[in-house]
């Protein structure tokens, strides 16, 4: 009779617990906030589609970035794009279309109330999620970039089976590999805050209560602009994030999410 105390591994095939549970919550009410605020987002930059550096900017400054009819313009570099961005419906110009926006009509003082509303679904349960984060020690054991993990042959190795659709098999697959790591890492310690915090300084109420942190960030004009390359950041990564789960096996991955529960990829012959 085999030892009811022993604990094999688990090997490709097994049905195992793959995410706690704060870590499925926080994840679905983190994608839904960010998808409004990103939608609603659109929608106020729609208003002014112009990005400047320093302490003002408006219709006369001279701007780094502009999304006009059929193009964005990145200081000399003239892109031209296809609709959905820079489309004209109406007379009226749409740096993001409204099939992509929330309102999906031009209201921008609709927009700023979504915008603000899912605020503090994005920030008040990231807060506890980073508490709970320290205290069980999720972020050192599970996201925090081992050195043997940062050395350039592992990450060549890494980049390579990502570019050849060689996802882990078995064990291997409940550990995140280091570009997950870096991945996730950049998300939770520098696009997430960086979103909140250049957020809050488009606050003139803010403003007056930090000025200190508006000027680290070289004035409102240039905290729009943090926070528009913080949010592109988090929209890049949740269309590489989708496009993971798709080609892993979405069924498998939405599962484990949704319940927790994930089944090992098998592993291959070699």
């Known amino acids: ?17 793959r995410h706690a549970l704060p870590v499925r919550i926080w994840h679905w009410l983190n994608a839904l906030s960010v998808f409004v605020m990103l939608m609603s987002g659109m929608m106020i930059f729609n208003a002014h589609p112009h990005l400047y550096w320093g ?19 990145i200081g000399p570099l003239t892109i031209p794009v296809p609709p959905p961005i820079g489309v004209v419906i109406h007379g009226r110009l749409f740096a993001f279309s409204p099939i992509l926006t929330i309102p999906a009509h031009y209201d921008l003082a609709g ?45 060549w190795h890494d980049i390579k089976d990502h570019a050849r659709l060689r996802f882990p098999t078995g064990a291997a697959a409940l550990r995140y590999n280091i570009l997950q790591k870096l991945a996730y890492c950049a998300v939770l310690i520098v696009l997430l805050p960086g979103v909140v915090l250049s957020g809050l ?28 390359i913080c949010a592109m950041g988090l929209a890049a990564f949740i269309l590489v ?30």
């Open 111 to 155: 927009a700023r109330q979504w915008h603000f509303a899912f605020a503090w679904l994005l920030v008040v349960p990231g807060l506890l999620f980073a508490v709970w984060s320290l205290v069980r020690g999720h972020l050192r054991r599970d996201l925090a970039p081992r050195p043997a993990e940062l050395r350039p042959r592992h990450m």
């Open 1 to 17: 009779m085999s030892d009811p105390a022993a604990d094999p591994a688990p090997k490709g095939g097994d049905i195992v617990r």
């Open 55 to 73: 302490r003002y900017g408006a219709n006369f400054d001279h701007s780094w970035l502009d999304i006009g009819a059929g193009h964005i313009r």
């Open 241 to 270: 994030h989708l496009l993971m789960v798709l080609l892993a096996g979405p069924i498998n991955e939405v599962r484990s999410m949704l319940s927790g529960r994930y089944r090992l990829p098998r592993e291959r012959a070699e």
């Open 201 to 228: 300084m488009l606050s003139p109420t803010m403003n007056a209560a930090l000025p200190w942190l508006l000027a680290l960030m070289g004035g409102r004009a240039s905290a729009r602009s943090i926070h528009f």
